[in-house]
Each structure stands twice: as structure tokens, then as C-alpha cells.
């Protein structure tokens, strides 16, 4: 757990903070303002917004003004904002179908910034697999280190998962059961929500967002990837009930493309450990079960993470374990022997929506300025994998949009297919 | 809070010191000019005020603050110093915290715009969260009292240099006496020289901020830290209210009462330990209470720290059941010895499990499923353990709890029967307690039994671990005439030994005398 020791860890770098180009940065709505902002505060020597870019400069020069950056420049067009050059860094967080454009039309544009060296972008990497090979691509052209927003991955509770299984407190994995729930896409929507997120086409959807972030996490916690899935996609709600401001019916009906159900299963490559999903649409919520499950059963012992709210990245969960004491590990207030030893991990106080984000931004500022002395991360990520330093980069996006082609691909073909990503 | 002046014949302050200049206490000038010195190297300019608060040595009554059972601390020389520069409005306010010990990185963190709540990740462990559970109940407190102004508005920034010589994890509270310190600081720097802050403030708000970094304590080393006084020990009791009760020691008629505060250099960091060690104690013994009730079929309110009932409510439901007192303990001494006396019966008939429970077992006694068990008892903070031992622990307790009354009595009572009969019987009760801190509750560690060995074989009357355990310090019984023989001993037979090259200075800071000190105040630049 040394990982967690953190207090010899400068957060006050000798050089000057990575200058942080915004794109999405509103102070009246958007996630950006709800998480990455607070993340941001608390790390000022080493992250500084210096400009800023949204739809209209108005909304840029008000965020500038709210928010008091007094540091940051406002941009109306990608191409000037991306040859600014007073940025190390540029933070994308946008609606994903204008993703694409945007991000591409950045990196192009960016050849006038020689300062240039980190892209931070919310997951997904675009729509779907084509444009996330295209975005990977032109990134790695470039010459930029990426950053995606898998931010499941720096929870604590997927962290301490993930070092209880790599320590071998469960032993080999026997199997492995998920429930998740996708939020929107049960029988009922609110009428503000926007369109695109029920639109199949737009590539924000179930699969995206509550199968991808949970699967990457539970790749992560069992450092392995899939080596073959089946998978079946329903769309049984072709309209939705609409909802006004204070949750009741308003009487109308929406259309809806997007899938509202995944069954999912597949072998993880190592130990040919069989996996069994199924991600519920959204509301009516569960009655008797958690929204969300993962259950890992080892060889040893048992490991299961459970939230309330569907979405394990960005949700406060409990982290129940009961297995093989590890030899030299923390000393455990001690029973009879060979008695099994009980965990429960949770944090009361934690705030999960700032907290992922800002482990993120610490990962960054780590590897940046090689702030923690034990670190053994190469110069340039190419992609975290299965390390517990580091970041997610787009290239771990882009294993995850290959995921979800596959799943896709199974679910029209109604067949088994294979994956191997270990070769990537 | 109260605090009352009950067993001193002084009339003690009911808010926190401040000190100018000229009123600087002699002993603090060197260290306050010095710190004013370095946070001018560091800064560029003079800080506006330093707070101080001490850290304490607990005499008697180790893990039963967070039963509501009264414990036994005084506050003792060694304290945190931060120095304060307060800034002018600016455009994000930003805290900037400097540490004089290099282990601990300089940090620098904006506050939110809005006056919203700053947030603190308990998962690490970073110095800096202390600084924030400081702030945060600063600011919680600040809302309340001048809701205009901060409700909606951030607090103002600072620039803070941290200077203490509490050991940190030593068992000396190094922890609350870091969030007493900044708290003081916040509420000073965003009110005015002038404003008085009230010791029954400042304790009560500090009491539960270490819950915020994921340490579920008592009110103990606050308490103790903020409502110290010089030559004054402290009774402190959680139940029927939150009070501290400061009063001297007997006057001995041939020699003077002294403690010997020595560290086994075995650092235990109450975060990082905390699931199975502190926290896990703090499960146990909510358990142990639970399973109590159960099999007495008697009924817990949701207090405590865990909020499903304590030790000493267990007490009071069962006295109301089965010996028709309907009003709960009060803290009279002679009532606490005889139904602590009986609860030890209790425990000794019902918590017959001495290897230990499950949570099979724990769940069957209380008459529930392991999931249910589960989300009650273990989702408060992270636990890790292979059996919640509730006899050992709830036996520790209710034994402890009965002899800081039975020390009270002996520090309390006016009539003189020999100091070496008073110093034995004191003395006896330290050992004992350290005998049940070890076997019982087992947090003490083998350095702690060393030292506590040492001390008893060269003249101390009494030797015990203080503060949560695990390591940090011991607490020695010694009179003045005898100290210096007891403290030679400890550095002859345990320090040269086991650290051959340890310089001087350091000596003197693993182990020394101290005398009950101030609690937490100001001096104003």
C-alpha cells in the first residue's frame, strides 16, 4: 500500500505548472466545472487554466470571470486556440459526437504550439472504433502524450482490488459476475437530457459508458484482458416515457435507438477465467440488488464491489473481501489458525466524482515532474495497461473501443467471437 | 463543551490565550522568534500570528474515550507551532503550507470560489489532509457564526509554516495537536486580533475532525490539547456532556510528582494502521456492546462513535433493566466503581468466546445475517480481521474505565497518607493498565514492555504505553528526586543499546520530563 503514502510527495514543483488549455470548461454547466475544475484547485502550483475554449467566447470570458482565472486567454475557434502556444497541456471535455472533429482539427492546428507535449480527453475517444484509431493515430503522430478519462482506475477501491488480487489474497480466479446499470435508458428519460445520448449513431451509449468504464476497471483489477465474448444488444424501449424538472410524466414519448440492455460474457485471456455481465438500461432501478456488482471469485478467497449508483467510475462503492491472509503483508489482528482473513473497504467521506479525476491529474503531475522519487515509469507512456503508476492513455481507449466492436460485431453476427489484445 | 473550574481553587480562562510580544512567555521566546525567523526566510515578510497547540500525555484511560468513558491526559511541553501570514484578498485564495521537517512536501491548494467544502481524500495518507480537517471545521464553525459573510464566500487565504516538536506517531497526539493549531489559525486569520475564541469552541469543533482523514478517535487528545493548563492535569469526561476539568496533583510532602515521557521510536501512523489496529478496536468494542445488549434484551440508542450504541450505554440500559435506575451514570465515582465492577461480571459470564468471533459468530449473536452485519458494523471505515476479539476488548475497557476512577480518587482526595503509599498505589494503576493494554486490548508492542520494564526495575512507580499504542510513547511515574536516575536508565539500557549512534539532541527528544502545559494559544506579531 505504499502507493497511499503520499506526504514526502512534493506537490510544489520547482518549475513552473503546466500551462492548461480548456476546451469545455463552462462555470454553469457541463461536468468539466463538477470535477475537473475542483480537481484543479487543489493542485495550483502545478496545473494553471491559461486558456480557455467553448462554443461562444461569451461563455468562455464569463468562466474566465466567475471562476477568476485571471491567467487564461478565451478562444472562439480550434485553430487559434490550438497554435496558442502559451499551453503544455490541452483538457478536452465535449459532447463525444463533436469530439472527433474538434480533437482532429486541434491536433493538426497544433503544430504551431512547440510547447505542446499532453492531450487529456474524456472517454470515449470518439463515436466509435474508426475514430478512435484515427484520433490514436494522429496523436501518435503528433508526438503527444495522451491522457483518457478511464478514471475508474484510479479509484480507491478499484486500486485496492487490484492490489489485493495481484498479492494473491483470492488466488487463481475461478469466475466472475457483473451488474451494472446504464442510468438513461430504462423506460423513463428527464425531457432536458440531450437527444444524442438515445441516438444509437452517436456512440454514447449503454456500451460506451457503463459497459466500457466497468469492463476497463475489471481488466484492470485482474491485469488481464478478453480472449474471446458473446454478446447480446437489445433495444426493448423504443420510446421512453419523457419526465419534466420535477421528475413527473409530462404525458409525451421520445424515440429511442440506443440499446437498453447488453448481455455479455466472455473468457479473460489469463487463466481462461469466464465472465458473465448483464447491464440493465436504466430506471426502474433494482429492488433487491445493488445497481452495480462486480464478483470475483478466487480460488482463495472472494472479492466483490458494490455501489448504488450503476456507474463504478465515478461512484463511492464498498469493497468486501474474505480470503488468504498474504504472507508479510499488514499484520491482521489475529484468530485461530488458518481462520480467514475479513476486509471491508470503505470510505465514508470520499467525494469519487472530484476524487478519480484528481488521482488522474496527481498521475500527471507525478510523471511530469517526477514528483515521486520512487517512481519507475518510462518517459513516455504508451499505454498504463495493467500498472498501478501512471495513467490511461488512448491507447488503453482505444483496447476498450476495440471491446466494444467486438461486442457489437458478436451481437449482429449472434456468434462467439474472438479478441487478443495482448499483441497490440 | 464545558469547561469547569470545579477542582482547581485558580479561576482558569474560558478562552484561548493570546499573547502579545511583551507577554510572551519565557519558555516559548527562543522557538516563537525562531519560527517568525524562518516563516520571514520562507515568505518574504513577517507573519501576522503564531498558533500554538501541545500536544498531551495520556496518564490513565487509554481506549475508552470513544466509549464515552472519562480518561486521564494533561497537555505536555512539546506543541506545533504554524506561523500565519494572512492574505489580502486576491484573485483564488490559496493556502500555502510549509513543514520545517523535509518528510513532510510542501503543499499549495486553492479554495473554492463559492465557500464550498474542500475535499479531502481519505485514501492517502498526505500531511496535508490534517491541515484540511483543521480548515474544514474552521469553516463549518465560521458559517454558523457569521453566516453572511462565509456562507457563500470563500475563507481568506494563507500562507502557513508548520514547526513542531511532538514526535509524529508517537503517541502523543501530534495529530490533534497539528488540526487544533490550524483551526485556531483559520477562525484568527479570518476574524481579528480581537475576537475570542472560547476553549468549549475550539474543542468541540475539533472533536471529530479527525474522522475526516479516516481515523474514527475520540475527543481525548483535543480536549486535552486545547484546555490544557500549566501544573493542571485534566479530567476529561464524553457523557453525560462533553467536559474538561483541569486540576493539580497532590502535593507531596518530601519530593514532587513527575512524569517520564519516553519513545520507543517504533513509529505507529494511526491512518495507515487504522484498519486493522485502531479502527478495528473501535468496531470491537461497538460489537461487544451490541452483543451484550442482545443477550440482555435490552435496547441501544444510536450514539457512539459508529452510532449503534457504546460500552457505557450497554451499562445504563442494563441498570435501568435489572436494578431499576432509570437515569443513566452521571459520573459519580462510587456509583461508576460498582456497576463497573458488576459489567466485568457481565462480560465474564456472556462474551465467552475467547478466541474470538467471526462474523458468523458476531452475526448469530445479534441476531442477523453476515450481510446485514456487514453494512452495520464494518462499512464505517475500512476493517481488516480475521476475528473481532469482544470479550478481551470489552474486559479492557470496562477495567480501564474503572480505574481512572480509582486514580481520580487517589489525585483528588485531600488527605495525605504517605507519599510512597500514594505513589504505589497510583503506580500500580498505570501497570495495570499497561497489563491490559497488552494482554487484553493488544496494542502494546515489545519496545513498549522494554521501556516499561526498564523504568519499573530502576525506580519508576508506574509505566505504561500512552495513546493509541502500537508503538509511539511510554509514560513513567517518577519523583523528582528519582527521575534522573529512571531516565539514565532508559538511555543506558534502551536508546545506546538499540540506536548506538544516536546524537544527543535526539535523546533528549526520545525521552524527557514534562510538566502539564498550556493548551492551545495565539501570539499575535
Redesign the interface.
Known amino acids: ?1 505504499n502507493n ?9 514543483p520547482k518549475a513552473n505548472p503546466l500551462r492548461v488549455g480548456f476546451i469545455g470548461l463552462s462555470a454553469y454547466k457541463g461536468w468539466a466545472i463538477k470535477s475537473h475544475y ?1 480537481a484543479i ?5 502545478q496545473f494553471q487554466v491559461t486558456a480557455l475554449l467553448n462554443l461562444d467566447i461569451e461563455t468562455s470570458l464569463a468562466t474566465i470571470k ?3 482565472l ?1 491567467k487564461a486567454t478565451a478562444f472562439s475557434d480550434v485553430s487559434s486556440f490550438a497554435s496558442y502556444d502559451n499551453v503544455d497541456m490541452v483538457v478536452i471535455s465535449v459532447n463525444v459526437p463533436e469530439l472527433f472533429t474538434i480533437v482532429m482539427e486541434l491536433l493538426e492546428n497544433s503544430k504551431a504550439n512547440p510547447n505542446l507535449k499532453y492531450i487529456y480527453s474524456e472517454w470515449s475517444l470518439g463515436k466509435n472504433l474508426k475514430e478512435a484509431e484515427a484520433i490514436h493515430k494522429a496523436a501518435k503522430e503528433r508526438g503527444v502524450q495522451t491522457i483518457i478519462s478511464l478514471q475508474g482506475r484510479k479509484s ?1 477501491y478499484v ?1 485496492r482490488a487490484k492490489e489485493l488480487v495481484s498479492e494473491g489474497c483470492i488466488g487463481d480466479i475461478n469466475s466472475i459476475e457483473i451488474a451494472a446499470n446504464g442510468g438513461w435508458y430504462g423506460y423513463e428519460r428527464p425531457i432536458k437530457s440531450p437527444k444524442y445520448l438515445y441516438d444509437a449513431a452517436s456512440g454514447v451509449s449503454l456500451l460506451s459508458i457503463a459497459f466500457g468504464h466497468t469492463i476497463d476497471i475489471l481488466q484492470y483489477i485482474t491485469a488481464s484482458y478478453f480472449s474471446e465474448i458473446n454478446a447480446m444488444i437489445f433495444n426493448n424501449i423504443p420510446y421512453q416515457v419523457l419526465l419534466d424538472e420535477h421528475g413527473k410524466k409530462t404525458g409525451e414519448k421520445a424515440e429511442k435507438t440506443a440499446p437498453d440492455h447488453l448481455l455479455f460474457q466472455g473468457s479473460l485471456s489469463h487463466g481462461n477465467v469466464p465472465v458473465s455481465c448483464s447491464f440493465k438500461g436504466g430506471t426502474p432501478v433494482k429492488k433487491f440488488s445493488k445497481n452495480l456488482v462486480i464478483d470475483i471469485h478466487g480460488t482463495k478467497g472472494d472479492l466483490k464491489l458494490e455501489g448504488d449508483a450503476g456507474f463504478a467510475e465515478m461512484s463511492n462503492l ?1 469493497l ?1 473481501f474474505c480470503g488468504l ?1 498474504k504472507e508479510g503483508s ?7 489458525s488458518g ?13 469519487s466524482v ?2 478519480n479525476i ?2 488522474i491529474y496527481e498521475a500527471i503531475a507525478d510523471f511530469h515532474f517526477r514528483t515521486n522519487p520512487r517512481t519507475k515509469l518510462p518517459p513516455k507512456l504508451e499505454r498504463q495497461g495493467f500498472l498501478f503508476e501512471g495513467f490511461p492513455t488512448f491507447k488503453d481507449a482505444l483496447i476498450v473501443h476495440q471491446l466494444i466492436q467486438r461486442v457489437i460485431e458478436s451481437s449482429q453476427q449472434k456468434t462467439t467471437l474472438p479478441t487478443s489484445f495482448e499483441a497490440v | 463543551m464545558i469547561l469547569s473550574n470545579e477542582l482547581t481553587s485558580l479561576k482558569l480562562p474560558m478562552s484561548v490565550h493570546s499573547f502579545d510580544t511583551k507577554g510572551l512567555p519565557a519558555g516559548l521566546r527562543p522557538r516563537v522568534s525562531r519560527i517568525v525567523n524562518d516563516f520571514q526566510s520562507v515568505y518574504g515578510q513577517t507573519p501576522h500570528f503564531v498558533s500554538r497547540s501541545p500536544g498531551r500525555v495520556n496518564l490513565i484511560g487509554d481506549h475508552i474515550d470513544y466509549v464515552d468513558f472519562s480518561v486521564l491526559p494533561m497537555a505536555i511541553d512539546a506543541d506545533l507551532l504554524c506561523a500565519v501570514g494572512v492574505l489580502s484578498t486576491e ?2 485564495p ?1 493556502i ?1 503550507l510549509i513543514n520545517e521537517d523535509p ?11 463559492d465557500g464550498s467544502d ?10 496535508s489532509n490534517y491541515f484540511k480537517c483543521g480548515l474544514l471545521v474552521a469553516q463549518q464553525h465560521l458559517k454558523t457564526q457569521f453566516p453572511q459573510k462565509f456562507q457563500e464566500a470563500p475563507l481568506a487565504g494563507m500562507e502557513m509554516y508548520v514547526s513542531g516538536n511532538v514526535p509524529t506517531g508517537g503517541g502523543l497526539s501530534s495529530s490533534a495537536a497539528f488540526i487544533c493549531a490550524v483551526a485556531l489559525a483559520v477562525i484568527r486569520s479570518n476574524t481579528s486580533s480581537n475576537y475570542k475564541v472560547s476553549k468549549q469552541v475550539l474543542t468541540q469543533i475539533t472533536v471529530k475532525a479527525e ?2 482523514v ?1 481515523v474514527n478517535n475520540g475527543g481525548m487528545d483535543q480536549a486535552a490539547s486545547v484546555c490544557g493548563e500549566s501544573e493542571h492535569a485534566l479530567y476529561v469526561e464524553f457523557q453525560p456532556q462533553l467536559k474538561a476539568t483541569p486540576f493539580k496533583f497532590p502535593e507531596l510532602q518530601n519530593s514532587e510528582i513527575q512524569f517520564i515521557i519516553a519513545n520507543t521510536m517504533v513509529v505507529s501512523n494511526k491512518v ?2 487504522a ?2 489496529n485502531y479502527n ?1 478496536r473501535v468496531v470491537e468494542v461497538t460489537v461487544a456492546a451490541n452483543v451484550l445488549a442482545s443477550k440482555f434484551k435490552v435496547a441501544l440508542q444510536r450514539t457512539g462513535n459508529l452510532e449503534k450504541g457504546t460500552l457505557r450505554e450497554f451499562m445504563d440500559a442494563y441498570y435501568s433493566r435489572y436494578h431499576g435506575v432509570s437515569e443513566p451514570w452521571d459520573g459519580n465515582a462510587e456509583d461508576g466503581i460498582i456497576r463497573l465492577t458488576e459489567m466485568l461480571h457481565v462480560v465474564e459470564k456472556s462474551l465467552t468466546q475467547q ?2 468471533y ?2 458468523q459468530d458476531a452475526a448469530t449473536a445479534l441476531q442477523c445475517s453476515q450481510q446485514e452485519f ?1 453494512r452495520d458494523y ?10 473481532l ?1 469482544l470479550y478481551q476488548r470489552a474486559k479492557h475497557v470496562f477495567s480501564e474505565a474503572l480505574r481512572v476512577l480509582l486514580a481520580l480518587k487517589l489525585l483528588t482526595s485531600r488527605k495525605s497518607e504517605g507519599d510512597q503509599r500514594f505513589l504505589e498505589s497510583f503506580g500500580d494503576l498505570m501497570n495495570e493498565s499497561q497489563k491490559s493494554c497488552d494482554t487484553l486490548y ?1 496494542c502494546s508492542c515489545p519496545e513498549t514492555d522494554e521501556l516499561c520494564r526498564i523504568a519499573k526495575a530502576n525506580g519508576a512507580y508506574g509505566s505504561r504505553l500512552t495513546g493509541a499504542g502500537w508503538g509511539g510513547c511510554t509514560v513513567h511515574l517518577v519523583t523528582r528526586d528519582n527521575a534522573e536516575q529512571v531516565r539514565s536508565a532508559l538511555a543506558n539500557q534502551y536508546y545506546r543499546k538499540r540506536f548506538r549512534n544516536m546524537p544527543s539532541e535526539e535523546l533528549r527528544e526520545a525521552v524527557f520530563i514534562s510538566k502539564p502545559a498550556q493548551g492551545s494559544c495565539l501570539f499575535e506579531i
Request: no cysteine.
Open positions: 500500500m497511499n503514502k503520499r506526504s514526502y510527495v512534493s506537490t510544489v475542483p484547485l487543489q493542485l495550483p502550483s466567475k471562476l477568476k485571471t480507491p486500486v464498498v468486501y491472509k499488514m499484520n491482521v489482528s489475529t484468530g485461530s481462520a480467514e482473513t475479513m476486509e471491508v473497504y470503505h470510505l465514508r467521506n470520499y467525494n472530484v476524487g484528481l488521482r | 484573485d483564488i490559496s500555502t518528510k513532510f512536501a510542501q503543499r499549495k491548494f486553492d479554495l473554492p470560489l474542500i475535499s479531502i481524500d481519505p485514501s492517502v495518507s498526505d500531511w474522522h475526516y479516516g495507515e494502521t484498519p486493522t478495528l478466541e474470538g467471526s462474523v456487514a464494518l462499512t464505517n471505515f475500512p476493517v481488516r480481521f480475521e476475528a476479539k493488544g
